[in-house]
């Protein structure tokens, strides 16, 4: 079965610092990874997602991943980061119609 | 509208109510999902419909009954809850196996 580790409950960050949050997964064959984000009080907004291509995916608001098969990781980057993207952020596997979602990283930016 | 949209946002129901949730997307998908996101413990998957045919049940109580009239709007439907049924319900679309799109959630609370 597909599972999701998020290492990070929580991680700080200084305003304009840059940003990685680590994901792995365990699946047998190529996934569908995503990273999504939430605010407090509202629904996951989709970030960004790889299905096959290049191993390096764009996303909205500045946001990247890279995909790396030998690592069974899909690690969620950004080179400044803002007051604004304090939330959680949740890494997913898909298969089908199933996504299995880690436990999330909750993001704190200091100013 | 645009989205996926959820009524009620908040609800407050003592253990004998019955209420309903609706769920509505207006991005011509045809999958609908309902999860459950509680305190500390990753996203739950409760029901996945598919042109308005359940495909998956992951085990829910049956104090908990969805319903999907057509492949855009999804309900669930609830009677008798106990207190650890209070969370944050979320709803998603999608066309089959491809991404996921949430609403932004109804935070039930279970007295």
């Known amino acids: 079965a597909q599972s999701v580790t998020q290492p990070d409950i929580h991680i700080t960050v200084s305003e304009g610092a840059s940003l990685e949050l680590r994901c792995n997964y365990s699946?047998?064959?190529?996934?569908?990874l995503f990273w999504y984000v939430q605010s407090p009080g509202q629904g996951l907004q989709l970030l960004l997602k790889?299905?096959?291509?290049?191993?390096l995916v764009q996303g909205i608001k500045g946001f990247e991943a890279e995909f790396k098969r030998s690592q069974s990781s899909f690690n969620l980057r950004k080179p400044s980061v803002h007051w604004s993207d304090a939330a959680e952020y949740f890494c997913?596997?898909?298969?089908?119609?199933?996504?299995?979602f880690g436990a999330g990283t909750i993001l704190r930016v200091k100013s | 509208e645009t989205g996926v949209t959820q009524t009620p946002r908040h609800l407050v129901m003592g253990m004998t109510n019955k209420k309903s949730l609706k769920c509505e997307q207006h991005?011509?998908?045809?999958?609908m999902y309902w999860y459950k996101q509680s305190a500390k413990k990753p996203l739950e998957l409760m029901f996945v419909y598919n042109f308005k045919e359940q495909t998956e049940n992951n085990s829910v109580p049956s104090r908990f009954s969805p319903e999907c009239p057509n492949s855009s709007h999804l309900f669930l439907h609830l009677h008798t809850l106990q207190p650890e049924d209070s969370a944050l319900y979320l709803c998603?679309?999608?066309?089959?196996?491809?991404?996921?799109?949430f609403g932004p959630g109804t935070r039930l609370t279970v007295l």
């Open positions: 991005l011509g998908h045809n999958a």
């Open positions: 997913a596997v898909g298969e089908g119609n199933k996504l299995v």
């Open positions: 699946y047998g064959a190529t996934p569908y």
């Open positions: 998603a679309s999608s066309q089959s196996g491809d991404t996921q799109y």
């Open positions: 790889y299905f096959s291509g290049d191993t």
